[in-house]
């Protein structure tokens, strides 16, 4: 399970992967992190693995047994001859599961994936209300979170010794890798007693994982894998109830992706070539790409997508539609090249008309609902306001005159790189508001800026931007009397749970 703030930098969620699965990429930069959407949120005292301190798969392969260890049983439900082949060029390993992931820009913080949808803060359900298999499972994670590094080393170390046809698929440094496992586990653990939530997300994982020719037959190596890795370092709580649970646990987890994907390929392809038609340099390091692909492409406002470079294969990132659907079709995103961002690079520095990429399936719940007649509060910062401008049109194409109210968010006068887009916007429609906060110091005016006009207590709020300005302006809308559940955004620690 491999997913997005606001995405048009190499955010974050690359499009790599982010769970159970990740597609081979290089470990990702600093910058590449701080912009990816998010991955999946960790359960309390579990502290973040070190990844200066972990063991590496080739250390822990001479403590690995070889033969099998416990058997998932997980059934492709196509008929063998609906089964479409392989795509071209190898999975790069799985996407993985995280709602809370980074996109590549997305402007703001990318889930999941994966194609990550919007996963919940909170636990699912109360620890009195959850099932025996819950409460057996995370009794097994809080055991062996003071030795989480150690866990995912064993298990990468035993999925190659035992299947080591899949060691090409992943990144030739693990490092970063390690960490996805985890995530992936993490968000399954914090809503596995609320099934509807849990169902959608693993579902859109599901979908995501197509790209990376992710196969039926891929899941039950891993729960092998990683039942044996749980079971060596949770020996003190370890049984063969918690033994069952977990495997009852990863069939069904494994079987919904598996169902989502069998369903999603008999309507959708894996991936869609697109052209460059456009491509415009807006400043040194942000351009804005006009794409079309090759069959239609059906999105919605708000969403984004993973985008593959010919000059970097199979390393994906996630970026937002920058446009409402339009009836030519042509498809919209904002790119920030960041340092050592392998794909924003190339698709600031070096993509030309002419040339082709490759376009992962729309992913993303920070849409409008049109069933409300609420007004809109939307923040943007950096390139998030792509998605943003995105919701204005969407709006407008529905003839509704709700209120929109927008905070284009900068550090300069010269990083609000789409101002006039937005103003022109603000002139054609009336009950668009544009403001914009320009603080040198990373926003720190936003939530003041926000609370002097209002008030907002009937909105609908949309946050996208890097990280640190999801998580301000998300405490500045709480702030301000907006509920949480009327708050939406992708952030990088959903996309990040969300693996895609």
């Not at 997980?74 to 980074?102: L, N, W, Y």
């Not at 859109?204 to 039942?227: D, F, M, Q, S, W």
């Not at 008999?266 to 069959?295: F, G, I, K, N, Y």
């Not at 949309?462 to 640190?468: A, E, L, M, N, R």
Request: glycine share 8%; hydrophobic share 35%; proline share 10%.
């Amino acid at each position: 399970m491999d997913a997005p703030t606001t995405r048009s930098a190499d955010n974050g969620t690359s499009g790599g992967g982010d769970g159970w699965f990740t597609p081979r990429r290089q470990p990702a930069s600093a910058a590449e992190s701080e912009q990816a959407p998010s991955e999946g949120r960790r359960l309390a005292g579990l502290r973040p693995m070190s990844r200066g301190t972990a063991a590496s798969a080739d250390e822990a392969l001479q403590s690995v047994p070889a033969e099998p260890g416990t058997r998932i049983p997980v059934q492709d439900p196509r008929p063998a001859d609906s089964r479409s082949p392989a795509p071209p060029s190898p999975p790069e390993a799985f996407a993985g599961v995280r709602p809370e992931q980074a996109v590549e820009h997305r402007g703001h913080v990318p889930s999941a994936t994966t194609e990550g949808p919007r996963v919940p803060t909170q636990r699912s359900a109360p620890a009195g209300n959850a099932s025996p298999d819950a409460v057996l499972i995370r009794r097994t994670m809080d055991e062996v979170a003071p030795v989480a590094d150690k866990v995912t080393s064993y298990f990468y170390a035993l999925l190659f010794v035992r299947h080591p046809d899949l060691r090409p698929l992943f990144p030739p440094a693990m490092d970063a890798q390690r960490d996805r496992l985890l995530t992936a586990l993490l968000t399954a653990v914090e809503h596995i007693d609320n099934t509807p939530v849990l169902v959608n997300y693993l579902q859109n994982l599901g979908r995501g994982h197509r790209k990376y020719g992710t196969r039926p037959e891929h899941y039950p190596a891993v729960g092998e894998c990683l039942i044996g890795a749980l079971s060596k370092y949770a020996g003190s709580v370890w049984d063969g109830e918690t033994e069952a649970a977990w495997v009852r646990a990863y069939t069904t987890i494994s079987q919904v992706m598996i169902d989502a994907a069998a369903a999603d390929e008999l309507r959708a392809p894996a991936w869609w070539h697109a052209e460059v038609v456009s491509h415009d340099l807006r400043t040194p390091d942000v351009a804005v790409l006009t794409l079309r692909p090759d069959q239609p492409y059906p999105f919605r406002a708000g969403q984004y997508a993973g985008l593959e470079t010919p000059w970097w294969p199979r390393i994906w990132r996630h970026y937002s539609f920058a446009s409402a659907p339009r009836s030519d079709g042509l498809l919209t995103f904002h790119v920030k090249a960041v340092p050592a961002g392998w794909v924003s690079n190339a698709l600031v520095h070096r993509a030309r008309p002419g040339d082709v990429v490759r376009l992962g399936p729309p992913a993303g719940s920070m849409t409008v609902d049109h069933t409300r007649d609420s007004g809109l509060l939307c923040v943007g910062g950096g390139t998030g306001i792509a998605p943003i401008k995105a919701l204005v049109e969407d709006v407008a194409e529905h003839g509704a005159r709700r209120p929109v109210e927008v905070f284009y968010g900068a550090r300069s006068d010269h990083d609000l790189y789409d101002i006039n887009t937005m103003l022109r916007l603000k002139q054609s429609y009336p009950w668009l508001e544009v403001r914009t906060v320009i603080d040198r110091n990373g926003l720190l005016q936003l939530p003041a800026a926000i609370r002097t006009f209002g008030p907002w207590t009937e909105y609908d709020a949309y946050v996208s931007g890097p990280p640190g300005m999801i998580r301000k302006g998300v405490d500045a809308l709480r702030g301000v009397g907006i509920p949480v559940d009327r708050i939406r955004h992708d952030s990088v620690e959903e996309l990040v749970a969300a693996g895609q």
